[in-house]
């Protein structure tokens, strides 16, 4: 009697157990999106369309661009954005991506990292740097940027030198008066 109910014990676990494996997520459909999103966001950006990056956004999302201080919301983030673009179109500048970017994804979590170029007005890179983006589907199964950040390559500007010493002032002479 006692080994069945161990072996009850035993079976009631491992079907336990076995409930609680998940099979391995298929990625490869969020992982395409992804990277089909990534490449409109940088169409939309050298076309100035500031509305349909903005809504690639989740409501909560933070964009972290480079010497610039975080813009939070999509508010700010249009503002920001339309900004940036306005000056790159100035300058004749426009982004590119480049190959070997990577994604991974989790559950309602994913990432997306990888590199870029600023292309100059005759159209060579005059920049390069890298991005990382971090997506979240929301309960309906839309994925949104959830925090976007890119940097530069380029080393970091030298500091400015420090100002020179003041001059000393030469000690004043005392006038010799007259005598009367």
Known sequence: MFKLKEAAVLAA????????????????????????????????????????IVAGYSDDAIVMPPDAPAAAGHEAIKQYISTDMAASKAAGASFALDSGDT??????????????????????????????????????GNWLILRDIWNSDAPAAAPAPPPPPPKAEAPKKKKKGKKK
């Open 13 to 52: 676990g491992v079907a336990v157990l076995a409930g609680c494996t998940q099979k391995p997520q298929d990625t490869a459909p969020i992982e395409s999106m992804i990277r089909t999103h990534t490449t409109a966001w940088v169409d939309a950006y050298n076309s100035g369309d500031a509305d349909k």
């Open 103 to 140: 994604i991974g994804v989790a559950g309602n979590l994913a990432w997306h990292s990888g590199n870029y170029h600023v292309n100059g007005s005759a159209g060579s890179p005059i920049a390069t740097g890298k991005y990382l983006e971090v997506w979240r589907a929301d309960d309906k």
